[in-house]
Each structure stands twice: as C-alpha cells, then as structure tokens.
C-alpha cells in the first residue's frame, strides 16, 4: 500500500456485531458452534462424493469444488470474528484486512462461477440426456472448474491493486465484523473513483454475467420440462434442480443486497454479511443432503464403511 504524507493509519477496528460483552459471549458460542458445524458438514461432502463410486458424476464433483469453496470461505472471515468477540482490542491490520478482502473477492466470485457451471450441467442433463456423458466429460469438468478458479483470482486482483494504493488517514473504525471494499472506501483520503468503478464494473460483469447465464439455462430447463408428457418425469426432473436453484437464490440474493446498495453500517447490511459469509457455507451439505436422496443412501453408506475399521 503507498502510504501518503497523510497517512498514519496502519491498522483497523472492527465494530463487529455488538459492543455489549454478554450478547459477544453469546455470539461467540453459536458463531464458534455454527463454524464447527460447518467445517464438519463441508468436510462429510467431500469425503462422501470421494469415497463413495455412486457420486462420481460431473453434478457431485461441481458439489464437491462447492463444498471445498464453503470451507474456505468460512474460514476467511468466521475465526477472525471469533477471536474479535473475545479480544478487548478488535484490530486487524491493513495488510490483514486487504488479504480478507482479496480471498473474500476470490471465494465469492468462484461460487458465482460454480452455480452457473452446475446450472449449465442441469441443462445438458435434462434437456440433452443422450449426449450428456460426452459433453460433460471428466476433461471439460476439470477445465469448467479451474476457470472458475483462474477469472476469479483475476478478478479479485483487479480489484484489490487500486485499493493497495489507497491512502488511509481518516477514522479508523470499520462498522463491520470482517474487511469488505465498499467499507474501507470512506475511510481513504485518496481519490477512491477508480477503485469505485473497478468495483462495480467487476461486480455487474461476474456477478450479473454468471446469474444470467443461470437464468438462461433455466428458461431452457423449464422448457423442456414442460414439455414432457409425463407427469412424473417432470417431477423428478425439478426435483433434481431444487437443491440448486436454492444455492442460487441464498448467493444472489444476498449478492445483489450487499453489493449494489450503500455502505452504511445497517443493521441489514450486517444481517446479509452474516448470511452469506456464516450461514449458508452450513447450509450448502444440509441442502444438498436433506433434499437428494443420492446423497443421504451415499452417507449411510460411507458411515458403515467407516465404522467397520
């Protein structure tokens, strides 16, 4: 970060989510147990679909990269929050904060990219059944897959360098739990524009481009299902989408909140963080479970597996 003849700032205070000690010991306790929950519900998804040959299919190795996406984006942001709800000193550093800031960019964009490859999945499964083994081949899914990975780290680099040269000199405070671009740009005495539109046009791009390449593949899914005469193979065929089309709305919906209304330290702001940063990396194996058959057969039989050693 360049630091300017203004600019003394070498550390932030996070507001969190309360200043009163007995509602952060409170919240400590269901954020430490929703985070432990989490890692061991992510971590069983990924075992089940490894170990279990019934899940080796394109579907469940996007759901596997989803689950492994969970975990670390829970991590980013939860232990740092915890350890703030015990600290008297609730800090993190620049370099600190823009690190969460990058690897927030990072996670959030690579799960835009998986739930528009999972819903293109959908739609050659459902609307090309015949051809689906070979389009959804092992060779395009890995290369579906680490592009997702690769635009999102660029896109979290062209977001995160202009904010690198941003200048910090104004109130320290950050009315939040954990480090966002739209939080620290009231807190720079540089010219914040460029960061600003970077922000957005990045954010419209990934975010708008990979929700309607999911709605188009939906129109196309829906069309075919209704087209089908069978009243039951157009049950199953939506059953099959239920799972993801719940994904979508929790992530989007909680996207277009967050990034596309001003920062202010709301209560509501801080409400949709903690939904998409807390809650549904816990919810991700419960949906993908409670609702797939598939899976809950695969658990029981991964748990027998293990428990015969």
């Known amino acids: 970060m360049a630091l300017g003849n203004h600019s003394t700032i070498t550390e932030f205070i996070l507001l969190g989510l309360s200043a009163d000690p007995r509602i952060q010991a409170l919240l400590f306790v269901l954020f430490l147990v929703i985070y432990l929950l989490t890692v061991m519900g992510n971590l069983t998804m990924l075992l089940v679909i490894r170990t279990d040959s019934h899940l080796h299919t ?163 899914i829906v069309s075919t299902i209704l087209s089908m005469s069978s009243s039951s193979g157009r049950g199953k065929a939506f059953s099959t989408c239920s799972s993801h089309l719940t994904a979508v709305l929790l992530f989007y919906g909680s996207f277009f909140i967050r990034y596309l209304m001003p920062t202010s330290g709301s209560p509501l702001e801080l409400i949709t963080s903690v939904q998409y940063s807390v809650v549904t990396p816990l919810l991700n194996p419960l949906i993908y479970s409670l609702k797939n058959n598939e899976v809950k057969a695969a658990v029981r039989r991964t748990f027998r597996k293990y428990r015969k050693y």
Request: aromatic share 14%.
């Open 58 to 220: 394109p579907m469940y190795f996007f759901l596997s990269h989803l689950s492994l996406l969970y975990l670390c984006y829970s991590s980013i942001t939860v232990p740092k929050l915890l350890e703030n709800l015990l600290s008297q000193k609730k800090t993190i550093s620049v370099g600190g904060c823009l690190a969460q800031v990058f690897f927030v960019f990072d996670t959030g964009g690579t799960e835009g990219c998986l739930l528009s490859v999972m819903a293109y999945d959908r739609y050659v499964a459902i609307c090309h059944p015949l051809f689906y083994a070979q389009v959804m081949s092992k060779q395009v899914c890995m290369r579906l897959v680490c592009s997702s990975w690769v635009l999102s780290i660029l896109d979290a680099f062209i977001n995160i360098l202009p904010a690198m040269n941003l200048d910090f000199c104004k109130d320290q405070s950050i009315p939040h739990y954990s480090c966002e671009l739209p939080s620290l740009f009231p807190l720079s005495c540089s010219d914040v524009s460029i960061s600003f539109i970077i922000l957005l046009c990045s954010s419209l791009l990934h975010g708008l481009g990979t929700f309607f390449l999911i709605v188009f593949s939906y129109a196309l």
